[in-house]
């Protein structure tokens, strides 16, 4: 079956980096792209970009162009996230999402997520 | 950015009650909308792609409905596990996905 499985929660001091990862069972991870939303506490869900596993590009979402970077490790099914310059409304649970984007692919949507890693920015 | 408007903001209803939201895009996004449903402390779970296709394994109380700019999502008869957040999302953009703000469906 497929899972998504990310790390673990991070608490961060502001002005530093934190990288959450999300490792992939179940499907074959070159498949599929891969997306990160954020969900600040009691807000709503926020879109930051997504990684494509098997050529590697990467597209993000503008508000975070600079900050963000999306990697991936085919050896091990894992997809990365890492955020820098954290500030406190960077306070948040984040989540990656799988895309079936395969070739000829006319549909686009999330259709399994991890369970989510919150990210605590604090001093 | 396609900026999406969902509404009503909350809702209160009982079991057994139809229930629909509405989701408007600032733009023609064709059938490019995607519903989701997030219970607290969860992910969010799919419900509804491309406007009305239902994703294998969620009951066929759901429904979704639209094209262009306006679209619905219906619950046809309320169950007790549905009362939760509902987000919709438009794929249009594939280089730019936006999320509704949110509809919280609560127990009258």
Redesign the interface.
């Known amino acids: 079956q497929v899972q998504l499985v990310q790390s673990g929660a991070e608490v961060k001091k502001p002005g530093a980096s934190v990288k959450v990862s999300c490792k992939a069972s179940g499907y074959t991870f070159t498949g599929y792209y891969m997306h990160w939303v954020r969900q600040a506490p009691g807000q709503g869900l926020e879109w930051m970009g997504w990684i494509n596993p098997n050529s590697g590009g990467t597209n993000y979402a503008q508000k975070f162009q600079g900050r963000v970077t999306m990697t991936r490790d085919t050896s091990i099914s894992t997809a990365y996230m890492e955020l820098s310059r954290l500030r406190s409304d960077d306070t948040a649970v984040y989540y990656c999402a799988r895309e079936p984007r395969g070739v000829g692919a006319t549909e686009y949507y999330f259709d399994y997520w991890g369970q989510g890693t919150l990210v605590t920015v604090s001093s | ?1 396609i900026q999406m408007t969902q509404s009503p903001s909350s809702l209160s209803a009982s079991v057994g009650d139809r229930v629909t939201i509405t989701c408007r895009a600032s733009q023609s996004i064709s059938s ?1 909308l ?1 519903w ?1 449903q ?1 219970k607290p402390g969860k ?4 419900l509804i ?2 406007a009305s ?1 239902l ?1 294998s394994g969620v009951p066929s109380r759901f429904s979704g409905s639209g094209s262009g700019t306006d679209f619905t999502l219906t619950i046809s008869s309320l169950q007790p596990e549905d009362f939760a957040t509902y ?1 919709c ?1 438009q ?1 249009y953009s ?9 509809t919280k469906l609560e127990i009258k």
């Open positions: 950015d490019y995607n989701y997030q992910a969010p779970k799919l792609y491309a296709s994703q987000y999302q794929s594939t280089l730019s996905y936006t999320f509704g703000q949110g």
